[in-house]
């Protein structure tokens, strides 16, 4: 997965379950080995990410593509992070 691939995060309780109300929405900042690093939507904060400080590593098992939001909004959550 590239950087800027939208993402969902299924963690392994939910079975599989892209509606689980645990599974996390976002995009791809970065990948090394089996780790894929993510940033998340907020559940409370339409259009906000709930990590803003750092990327979140979760395994590649865990993850499928999956587009949740205009991909001019994650290269504007990515241009935000870039700019520091």
Known sequence: MKRGTQIAYIPTHAGGDINHP??????????????????F?????????CTKANSEGA??????????????????ALAEIDAG
């Open 59 to 76: 395994d590649r098992t865990n993850i499928v593509e999956h587009v949740s939001r205009s991909q001019s909004s994650v290269n504007a």
């Open 22 to 39: 645990d599974v996390q929405f976002g995009f791809v900042t970065s990948e090394r080995g089996d780790t894929v690093f993510c940033r």
């Open 41 to 49: 939507w907020s559940k409370h904060s339409p259009g906000e990410l």
